[in-house]
């Protein structure tokens, strides 16, 4: 079975946006592309409840909906933290990480495993950002912060 490995060319590629799922896909022009990632990491976490009953001597499960999330850290970048005014045609491109938290707008997301090319694999999926929290120290000449996209609904596998 092969890998799929994150090298140049085959990068693992973060697009979002406002206006649909289809507008969010790997490679679609207006998706805004999250630059200078240094990890992610796509949960899809089934619950679990457990209980234990009289007549067994282990405990019994059953499943409960899944928490989804999407969590990475990147560099930041000025015009992605904080937005593009001249782009409206993807409200996420126009104000930014900062100003689609603050607004609290639901957005269209896909994770390429590895790029952009025919045939890639993705997961795409729809939720809400949260969890900016831009930090510098004397150790790090650069701002950094992490970013969480709390999934609302299921996360779904397709293919560029």
């Known amino acids: 079975m092969p890998v799929i490995n994150v090298t140049p060319g ?25 630059p ?8 899809a976490s089934t619950g679990v409840t457990r ?15 899944s928490t989804n999330q999407v969590t990475l850290n990147v ?14 045609t993807n409200s996420v491109a126009e104000t930014g990480l900062f100003g689609t938290q603050n607004s609290k707008t639901l957005v269209y ?3 390429a495993f590895n790029g952009t090319d ?10 809400y950002i949260s969890g900016l929290a831009p930090t510098a120290s004397m150790d790090a000449a650069v ?3 992490p970013v969480t996209i709390e999934v609302d609904g299921d996360l779904t596998k397709d293919t560029v």
């Open 10 to 34: 085959n990068e693992a590629v973060l697009s979002l946006s406002n206006v649909s799922l289809a507008a969010a896909e790997p490679g679609t022009a207006g998706a805004l592309v999250v």
């Open 118 to 127: 025919s045939g890639s694999a993705f997961v795409k999926g729809q939720g």
């Open 75 to 88: 560099l930041v970048d000025d015009e992605v933290m904080f937005g593009n005014a001249a782009l409206t």
């Open 36 to 43: 200078f990632m240094q990890d992610i990491t796509i949960n």
């Open 109 to 111: 997301f896909s994770v």
């Open 51 to 65: 209980y234990k009953v009289l007549d067994s001597a282990s405990e019994k499960a059953f499943t409960t909906p």
């Open 143 to 145: 701002w950094l912060s």
